[in-house]
C-alpha cells in the first residue's frame, strides 16, 4: 500500500462530508469560524436515575457565510426537542429582572405606549418580561413554545399563546387584528433555525408605525471577548449589525437605532420598523457601530479567522490554572450551571475531577447534574457548608452581582475564578 504524504492526507480530510447552505442566503457553508468538538445538549440536565442512560453529544462546528458573513452553527437537534421542556426560566437573576424592567420603562416613554397599544413578545418564556408592561397597564401577548415555562406565565396574569412563531402565526393574529404597537424578539433570534421566515413573521405582525425591537449577544464583543461558551446547539445564529440590517432588509425592515448593552457579556438592542414606515428617523448609533465593525474585519471573510486560536489559548490557560489548583491540593467548585458551561467544560475537557461541584439558585437544577460530565447541583449553601478554595463563576456575565452574593467565602480565604476572556482569580 503505498503512503501517503502529508499533504494529501490534508486535503483527504479537508472534504466537506456534506456542503450545508446558509440560513440566511442559502450560500454554501464551507468556512468555519471555530470548532469546539462535540457537546452534549446544554439545556438537559440529568436526574441521578438517569445517570446511567447515556446522552447524546452533537458537533459544535460554527461557520461563517462567505456571502453574507452570518456566522452559524448546523442544526443537530430539531428545536422541538430543544425547546419543549426548555429548563431555562428567566426569572431566577435579579439582574436579569431588573433589566426587563427597564426595558418597559423605556419603551413605554419612548413610543408613547398607554392601555390603547398592544405589546407582543415572542418566546416570552415565563412572562419575566412582560409582566412589567402589565404593571404598567398596556395590554400584551406572551408567545412560547415551551407548555411548563408558559403556564409559568399565565399564573403571573401574563396572556400566553403555547406556539412556535413564525409568518403562519404572526398572519393569523395580523388576521384577527392584533398587530402589535411593539414586538419584543430579545435573546431569541440566535436560537431560531428558520431565520427567514421568523423575520417574515417579525414585519408581518407590526403595525404600519410599531416597533420591533430585538436583543442578541454582539458579535463584535463575543470576538473581542473570547466568549467562545455563548456557543451551543440552542444558538443557531451570531449577528453583527452589518449582518442583522442585511438580514431585516431582506424581509422589508429598516434599522433605526441600536443600543449596547452588557448583557451577556455585550449585546445590542436593536430598533426596527417596517421599511415604508413614516416615522423613526435613523440614528447615529447606526452608522458608528456598523463603522465599528468594519474597523474590526467584520466587514470582510478574513476578519473571522482569527477567533479560533484565541479561544484555544482561553482553553490552555484555564487548564493550567485548575491543574495547578488540583496539583496543590486546593479544593474548587462552581457557581452556576447555565447553559454556557456545557460547551466550556466539554471543550476544556473539565470534569469532576477538576471542578467537583457546582450550585444554582434554581430550584429545577437542584439535585440534577451537568449534562455529559456529570458535576453534581447543588443549592448555594453547600459552598458555606464544603469551604472551598476557588469559586469558578461559570454564569461569568453576572459576576460582579455573583462575588458580591458570595463575599462571605473571603472568611476562609476563598477565592473567585472568572474563566473567560482568559482564567483570572479575583
Ligand atoms: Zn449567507
Redesign the pocket.
Known amino acids: 500500500m503505498a503512503t501517503m504524504t502529508t499533504s494529501e492526507l490534508l486535503r483527504e480530510v479537508d472534504v466537506p462530508s456534506a456542503v450545508k447552505a ?6 454554501d ?1 464551507r468556512r468555519t469560524f471555530v470548532d469546539l468538538g462535540m457537546s452534549p445538549l446544554c439545556e438537559t440536565y440529568p436526574a441521578a436515575a438517569n445517570l446511567n442512560r447515556g446522552e447524546m453529544y452533537y458537533p459544535l462546528h460554527v461557520y461563517v ?6 456566522v452559524q452553527l448546523d442544526e443537530y437537534e430539531s428545536a422541538e426537542n430543544i425547546f419543549t421542556d426548555y429548563a431555562y426560566f428567566s426569572s431566577y437573576s435579579d439582574s436579569w429582572l431588573r433589566h426587563a424592567d427597564s426595558y418597559c420603562g423605556k419603551m413605554k416613554a419612548r413610543f408613547a405606549l398607554s392601555e390603547d397599544s398592544f405589546v407582543v413578545e415572542v418566546a416570552s418564556n415565563d412572562g419575566y418580561l412582560l409582566q412589567y408592561f402589565v404593571q404598567r397597564g398596556v395590554p400584551v401577548l406572551g408567545i412560547e413554545p415551551a407548555a411548563n415555562v408558559a403556564e409559568a406565565a399565565v399564573r403571573k396574569g401574563v396572556p400566553t399563546l403555547v406556539r412556535f412563531f413564525g409568518a403562519e402565526l404572526a398572519q393569523e393574529l395580523a388576521d384577527q387584528g392584533r398587530q402589535a404597537d411593539l414586538v419584543a424578539a430579545n435573546n431569541v433570534l440566535a436560537q431560531v433555525p428558520a431565520l427567514n421566515d421568523f423575520v417574515e413573521g417579525l414585519r408581518i405582525i407590526l403595525k404600519p408605525e410599531g416597533v420591533l425591537t430585538l436583543e442578541f449577544p454582539h458579535l463584535l464583543k463575543l470576538i473581542e471577548h473570547n466568549e467562545f461558551d455563548t456557543i451551543y446547539h440552542e444558538h443557531f445564529s451570531y449577528f453583527s449589525l452589518l449582518t442583522t440590517v442585511r438580514l431585516l432588509e431582506a424581509h422589508g425592515l429598516r434599522v433605526f437605532d441600536v443600543e449596547e448593552l452588557p448583557s451577556h457579556g455585550g449585546s445590542l438592542r436593536v430598533f426596527a420598523c417596517r421599511s415604508d414606515a413614516e416615522t423613526h428617523p435613523v440614528e447615529t448609533n447606526v452608522g458608528r457601530i456598523i463603522a465599528e465593525e468594519e474597523c474590526a474585519g467584520l466587514g470582510t471573510i478574513e476578519g473571522y479567522d482569527r477567533f479560533a486560536a484565541q479561544v484555544k489559548d482561553t482553553k490552555f490557560a484555564l487548564l493550567v490554572f485548575l491543574l495547578g489548583a488540583a496539583q496543590e491540593g486546593k479544593t474548587v467548585a462552581g457557581y452556576g450551571a447555565p447553559g454556557k458551561s456545557a460547551t466550556l467544560l466539554h471543550y476544556c475537557g473539565i470534569g469532576k475531577d477538576l471542578i467537583s461541584y457546582t450550585v444554582d439558585r434554581s430550584p429545577y437544577k437542584q439535585g440534577r447534574f451537568l449534562p455529559g460530565t456529570h458535576i453534581p447541583i447543588y443549592g448555594p449553601d453547600r459552598i458555606r457548608e464544603t469551604q472551598p478554595d476557588y469559586v469558578v463563576i461559570l454564569p461569568w456575565n453576572l459576576k460582579s452581582e455573583i462575588m458580591q452574593q458570595l463575599q462571605y467565602i473571603r472568611e476562609w480565604g476563598g477565592q473567585f475564578v472568572v474563566p473567560i476572556p482568559r482564567a483570572t482569580v479575583f
Open positions: 446558509c440560513r440566511f442566503c442559502g450560500a457553508l457565510c462567505e456571502k453574507c458573513f452570518l
